[in-house]
Nanobody
């Protein structure tokens, strides 16, 4: 069982930056960030695999950066050039799979989520 705790959410104006962190209680191969806006399905935002390969959803490419420190068992999401449509609850997820995936069904462990609100 792996426990995940997110931090770093908050409110920011459009064009600003936020950095999310996820502390894991154990080692996992693949980790990812998902988000869910009101009335919408959970969406894969960024993932990093055990091979260090990364995947991003098209809407955040060039603006968000995912990184992971295995020694510290911490996952980050640097979010730059924020847009109002980035507003959502952001969830950290972990999987024993080797390759990065943006599919929620590929992840067994989930954090509680952290709110990100971007105003125009």
């Amino acid at each position: 069982q792996v426990q995940l705790v997110e931090s770093g959410g908050g409110s920011e104006q459009a064009g600003g930056s936020l950095r999310l962190a996820c502390a894991a209680s154990g080692l996992t191969s693949t980790m990812a960030w998902f988000r869910q806006a009101p009335g919408k399905e959970r969406e894969g935002v960024a993932a990093i695999g055990g091979d260090k390969g990364v995947r991003y959803t098209d809407s955040v490419k060039g603006r968000f950066t995912i990184s992971k420190d295995n020694r510290k068992k911490t996952l980050w999401l640097q979010m730059d050039s924020l847009k109002p449509e980035d507003t959502a609850i952001y969830y950290c997820a972990a999987s024993g799979r080797w390759f990065a995936s943006l599919l929620p069904g590929d992840y067994a462990y989930w954090g509680q989520g952290t709110q990100v609100t971007v105003s125009s």
